[in-house]
């Protein structure tokens, strides 16, 4: 085999074998396939396609170029994965949850891409939490306190790895084989016993409309089931944040209230009843609950009555983080030094955000990165969004910015009264959960 064969095959539109998908991948991984074939490999694909055998072949062959987890554990392996979105920082809350359930739930995260912000970031917030976890370590975690959330080794399909950086610069990222592929061969990597998938749609997300967001959860939900993981995808709301703030700091602050039952704002529960959703499914797949409702009142129970947050704590500190983190949270976390309130214009109704401009705005704060070296400030963010259909007045508080310095948090307000749009009318309202797929 060699990869300029491969490469004529797909050019053609003939459907490559199992074992030519897995020599390519093993080359990815190994460099025997150079960037340029990488590059013509991704093109080809996304002009022409994969039908589902291939997709899965692909898929399975760039979770086996590294290495494969293996468990030997009192209860299912669970995982779940976010096509991304603004702030989304759901699994903060599913993992502790699950846990807390009888799951085991060892979840390889991603960082900041885009306008999203990533879980790793999120959870770097808080002091001395590392994510940077080694393999034997990471299986100690899970065995002792049910969750750990991480960063992929640089063994976790390394194919992937090596394909995504020249997907990015060969505007093939948008490609539905290759995006399942990618996301799929980090997650089976893992084990898992059951997925749920989570696949956003709306002004915040990557997928702006019901099609593509269900021609993703589709392929998804089929690649996975194929490779024996049985798998479900929500296909759920993201026209505004899950909580009233965007930046890593402030949204652990937001993982915390919920975690504690402090309510802070009228889309608090938007997060609560997404992770109960969730839950619910996973656990259902797992076998864990008879149906998806009994698990959506277990998830909610662990919730209500704080022990996700107790287990959350006790993953912080297995993962370097302050001890008692769910009693003193306050104290650890990074603080802004300016916070500048962003004031309506005029009176009327909140009836748009547009979620990506705003992540792009905690992006241009620092709280993201515009190249990969970028450091993340973890405290500047925004807060206090108002939540879609508020009635308010001129002059009334719209969100508050926190920034590094004051001309950083000037600059950000016109940029947040533009993406907050203020009208006569109240909109209609989107269920939070759109469509089940699986």
């Known amino acids: 085999m060699d990869a300029r064969a491969v490469i004529a095959r ?7 074998t199992a074992e030519e998908l897995s020599w390519f991948a093993e080359g990815l991984a190994s460099g025997a396939v150079s960037d340029a074939q990488a590059g013509a490999f991704a093109m080809a694909v996304c002009l022409n396609g994969l039908p589902p055998e291939a997709r899965s072949a692909l898929t399975l062959a760039m979770r086996d170029s590294g290495d494969v987890l293996t468990w030997d554990l009192p209860g299912p392996v669970v995982d779940k994965h976010s096509t991304g979105g603004v702030g989304d920082c759901v699994s903060l809350l599913l993992a502790p949850a699950l846990a807390e359930c009888g799951a085991f739930v060892p979840m390889i995260s991603g960082r900041g891409l885009g306008h999203t912000g990533g879980t790793l970031d999120k959870l770097e917030a ?88 269900r021609a993703l959860a589709t392929s998804l939900v089929e690649t996975a089931n194929a490779a024996g993981c049985p798998t479900q995808a929500l296909i759920t709301d993201m026209n505004q944040p899950l909580v009233p703030s965007l930046g890593n700091a402030l949204e652990v602050a937001e993982v915390m209230r919920a975690l504690t039952g402090v ?133 009334d508080v719209i969100a508050r910015i926190h920034a590094a310095h004051t001309d950083a948090a000037q600059d950000a307000m016109s940029a947040l009264r533009a993406a907050v749009s203020i009208a006569p009318a109240a909109p209609d309202l989107l269920p939070l959960v759109h469509e089940r797929i699986g």
């Open 10 to 16: 797909l050019r053609q539109k003939e459907i490559p």
């Open 126 to 213: 808080i002091p001395g939490l590392s994510t940077q976890v080694a393999q034997d370590r990471l299986a100690g975690i899970v065995a002792d306190v049910g969750c750990a959330i991480v960063g992929a080794t640089a063994r976790i399909a390394p194919a992937d790895k090596r394909l995504y950086a020249v997907r990015d610069v060969t505007a093939t990222v948008e490609s539905l084989d290759l995006i399942t592929a990618s996301i799929l061969s980090k997650k089976l990597a893992a084990s898992p016993e059951a997925l749920v998938l989570d696949v956003k749609i709306g002004s915040g997300a990557f997928m702006k409309t019901a099609e593509e967001a």
């Open 263 to 395: 309510q802070t704002g009228p889309t608090t529960g938007s997060i609560i009843d997404i992770t109960v959703a969730l839950g619910g499914a996973v656990l259902r797949q797992a076998g864990l609950v008879e149906s998806v409702e009994a698990g959506e009142a277990q998830i909610a129970a662990t919730l209500a009555e704080g022990r996700a947050a107790e287990r959350f704590a006790k993953m912080v500190a297995a993962q370097g983080g302050p001890v008692g983190f769910a009693e003193k949270w306050q104290r650890f976390l990074p603080e802004a030094p300016v916070i500048l309130e962003v004031t309506a214009e005029h009176a009327g109704y909140v009836n748009a955000i547009d979620g990506e401009a705003l992540g792009l705005l905690v992006v241009r704060l620092g709280g993201g990165r515009m190249i990969e070296s970028d450091r993340v400030d973890p405290a500047v963010g925004i807060s206090d969004l108002l939540a879609l259909g508020t009635k308010i007045a001129k002059g």
